[in-house]
């Protein structure tokens, strides 16, 4: 129970100064102040929790009905865990002075055993409870406040976000569209590239085949027999047309006539000759830097003729004759 000028000593205040450094409260004593029997329940239990800081309460549990514990040293040591989370911690801010509300009981941290245990009720003057329970009240409402706030606030991000994602969606569609499209032109692009690369294998083949053939022309006539077998080639092609220039000729009496014996003129003969006999005679008979005599020409003549007699058994050349008729006349 709660006695009025108690003869009991309080618990604390051997302590005091043996542990000022852990800013254990004075001892005082006024006219008016509740004092508290150190035999409760609720109080040893507290008591428990301090005998690691003070060792000297160890001794006491076994007579604490003989103590009290005064007002100043209950309000430090019973209601709340400031001092004893400060003796645990001593980087922890701690303060001798009683705040406002140090008479409310942290209900949680004692263990209430029984309504009759004494010193552990705390008279709230009625002013001080209004205003903590308006202080509550407009703590509550701020925090209401900041909550409707923040729920507006996180509606509107939220909203954001959705129609940024709905933005997102649309977007990733069109892509998806673009992509499509432009696998289709890589695939046309493929084929094309396909295309080029056939052109370009046949243009380096037909270029390949090319160069073969010039170096083959090129080298046609570069050894004797490739000469040979060319002309043979031009030999074969010819000899037939030679064959009917030769019937023509023995068909053709006028050639014997005098006047034309007489009017023979060897670059005239020649021209009416077979031109590819004529000009291979050309070509083998002509010297580099030679001007060329009608002595030579008419060599040339004899050589064709020659070549008629050899291709025609039949064949009579008009060439000794209009030799005779020339003589013939200049004598």
Same mark, same amino acid.
């Given at each position: 129970?709660?006695?009025?000028?108690?003869?009991?000593?309080?618990?604390?205040?051997?302590?005091? @100064?043996?542990? !000022?450094?852990?800013?254990?409260? $004075? =001892?005082?004593? /006024? +006219?008016?102040?509740?004092?508290? %029997?150190?035999?409760?329940?609720?109080?040893?239990?507290?008591?428990?929790?301090?005998?690691?800081?003070?060792?000297?309460?160890?001794?006491?549990?076994?007579?604490?009905?003989?103590?009290?514990?005064?007002?100043?040293?209950?309000?430090?040591?019973?209601?709340?865990?400031?001092?004893?989370?400060?003796?645990?911690?001593?980087?922890?801010?701690?303060?001798?002075?009683?705040?406002?509300?140090?008479?409310?009981?942290?209900?949680?941290?004692?263990?209430?055993?029984?309504?009759?245990?004494?010193?552990?009720?705390?008279?709230?003057?009625?002013?001080?409870?209004?205003?903590?329970?308006?202080?509550?009240?407009?703590?509550?409402?701020?925090?209401?406040?900041?909550?409707?706030?923040?729920?507006?606030?996180?509606?509107?991000?939220?909203?954001?976000?959705?129609? @940024?994602?709905? !933005?997102?969606?649309?977007?990733? $569609? =069109?892509?998806? /569209? +673009?992509?499509?499209?432009?696998? %289709?032109?890589?695939?046309?692009?493929?084929?094309?590239?396909?295309?080029?690369?056939?052109?370009?294998?046949?243009?380096?083949?037909?270029?390949?085949?090319?160069?073969?053939?010039?170096?083959?022309?090129?080298?046609?006539?570069?050894?004797?027999?490739?000469?040979?077998?060319?002309?043979?080639?031009?030999?074969?092609?010819?000899?037939?047309?030679?064959?009917?220039?030769?019937?023509?000729?023995?068909?053709?009496?006028?050639?014997?006539?005098?006047?034309?014996?007489?009017?023979?003129?060897?670059?005239?003969?020649?021209?009416?000759?077979?031109?590819?006999?004529?000009?291979?005679?050309?070509?083998?008979?002509?010297?580099?830097?030679?001007?060329?005599?009608?002595?030579?020409?008419?060599?040339?003549?004899?050589?064709?003729?020659?070549?008629?007699?050899?291709?025609?058994?039949?064949?009579?050349?008009?060439?000794?004759?209009?030799?005779?008729?020339?003589?013939?006349?200049?004598?």
């Amino acid at each position: 129970m709660d006695t009025e000028d108690s003869p009991l000593p309080c618990l604390f205040s051997t302590l005091v @100064k043996t542990y !000022e450094h852990k800013k254990l409260s $004075e =001892y005082k004593t /006024k +006219e008016k102040q509740r004092i508290r %029997n150190a035999d409760t329940n609720a109080i040893k239990t507290r008591i428990k929790l301090f005998e690691p800081h003070f060792v000297e309460l160890s001794s006491f549990q076994n007579k604490l009905e003989k103590y009290t514990i005064c007002e100043k040293h209950y309000n430090q040591i019973v209601p709340k865990d400031n001092y004893l989370n400060y003796l645990n911690d001593d980087s922890l801010p701690y303060s001798r002075k009683r705040s406002r509300n140090s008479n409310t009981l942290n209900l949680n941290d004692m263990q209430i055993e029984s309504s009759t245990d004494i010193g552990i009720q705390v008279k709230l003057d009625s002013i001080d409870s209004n205003n903590n329970l308006l202080m509550q009240i407009k703590i509550l409402k701020d925090s209401l406040n900041t909550l409707t706030t923040n729920h507006s606030k996180q509606a509107q991000i939220i909203e954001n976000k959705n129609n @940024k994602i709905f !933005e997102l969606e649309h977007e990733c $569609e =069109y892509l998806k /569209k +673009e992509i499509a499209d432009y696998n %289709n032109k890589l695939g046309n692009l493929n084929l094309y590239k396909n295309q080029v690369e056939a052109l370009i294998n046949e243009k380096n083949k037909l270029s390949s085949e090319n160069i073969y053939l010039k170096n083959q022309w090129n080298e046609r006539y570069n050894t004797q027999q490739k000469r040979i077998t060319e002309i043979t080639k031009i030999a074969s092609l010819e000899r037939k047309f030679l064959y009917n220039d030769i019937i023509y000729l023995i068909n053709d009496c006028n050639r014997f006539f005098l006047e034309n014996l007489l009017a023979f003129n060897p670059l005239n003969w020649l021209k009416y000759q077979n031109p590819v006999i004529v000009k291979f005679i050309e070509i083998l008979t002509d010297n580099d830097d030679e001007q060329i005599s009608q002595k030579k020409i008419f060599k040339r003549i004899v050589a064709i003729d020659a070549i008629y007699k050899l291709r025609h058994n039949k064949y009579v050349s008009e060439i000794n004759l209009a030799a005779s008729a020339i003589k013939y006349t200049i004598a």
